[in-house]
């Protein structure tokens, strides 16, 4: 396990790294370390073309990076997170179901209205709607 800590970065405590960050964070000139404990106690300073890198990383090691950048969006444009909460519900039956209980109920009133409106314009444009008789 390769542990690297940096400073000014997440309180001074140290992450862990995979294979593949292993090897970036040595392409930067960064050192790792065997434990957390010794990382922390030497922590690296970070390059200026490094910064987004290491930014990455310490989200990838608290846990969801998704759910620091919604939560990050979410403080620049308020609401933005309900447009992720419409397309997954996009995904669920029940409101697949309610969109067809709207479409259906919208059928059902043209199709009442022209019947009453009989030979009238009204009667006449909503007849010209598809699926209306």
């Not at 990838?60 to 759910?67: D, E, F, I, R, Y």
Request: glycine share 12%; no cysteine; hydrophobic share 50%.
């Amino acid at each position: 396990m390769f542990w690297v800590a940096f400073k000014g970065y997440y309180g001074g405590k140290a992450i862990s790294l995979g294979e593949i960050e292993q090897l970036e964070a040595e392409a930067y000139g960064m050192h790792g370390y065997p434990t957390a404990a010794e990382a922390e106690a030497k922590p690296n300073i970070v390059p200026a073309i490094a910064k987004a890198q290491v930014n990455a990383w310490i989200f990838n090691a608290q846990g969801s990076l998704t759910t620091h950048a919604i939560g990050a969006a979410e403080k620049a444009v308020p609401g933005i997170g309900d447009i992720g909460g419409f397309f997954r519900d996009l995904t669920k039956e029940s409101t697949w179901l309610r969109i067809a209980e709207g479409i259906l109920g919208i059928l059902l009133v043209a199709t009442a209205i022209s019947k009453i409106a009989g030979n009238s314009s009204a009667g006449h444009a909503v007849r010209k709607l598809p699926l209306v008789v």
